[in-house]
Nanobody, 127 residues
Framework: QVLLVESGGGLAQAGGSLRLSCAASGGSFSRLHMAWFRQAPGKEREFVAAISWGGNTERYGDSVKGRFTITRDNAKNMANLQMNSLKPEDTAVYYC????????????????????WGQGTQVTVSS
């Protein structure tokens, strides 16, 4: 069973930066496609970013393109989300997600496509 644990959330001012990390254990991390989703109160879970297991394919949600960057470190079993130019509308609980898939040239952008989830970390951006 894959266990995902997020860290790095907190409070930031608009225009600032935060870096989220997702530590994975219990599986072969180098074969996991990783993603970040977020959910604000009263809203549906939203796709943020995804990276293939080989790290050669990335995808971003339209609302974060150019501001957020997803990376992975297979040696440390970690996936990271660098969030720059934060906006109050980025306020949400951020979830790390994972799944397996043989090809590294694809990514997945819907929550239903992932079957391992972390517990979430709160990000609050003040104006």
């Amino acid at each position: 069973q894959v266990l995902l644990v997020e860290s790095g959330g907190g409070l930031a001012q608009a225009g600032g930066s935060l870096r989220l990390s997702c530590a994975a254990s219990g599986g072969s991390f180098s074969r996991l496609h990783m993603a970040w989703f977020r959910q604000a109160p009263g809203k549906e879970r939203e796709f943020v970013a995804a990276i293939s297991w080989g790290g050669n394919t990335e995808r971003y949600g339209d609302s974060v393109k150019g501001r957020f960057t997803i990376t992975r470190d297979n040696a440390k079993n970690m996936a990271n989300l660098q969030m720059n130019s934060l906006k109050p509308e980025d306020t949400a609980v951020y979830y790390c997600a994972a799944r397996t898939w043989p090809q590294t040239t694809v990514t997945f952008s819907t929550a239903e496509q992932y079957y391992h989830w972390g517990q979430g970390t709160q990000v609050t951006v003040s104006s």
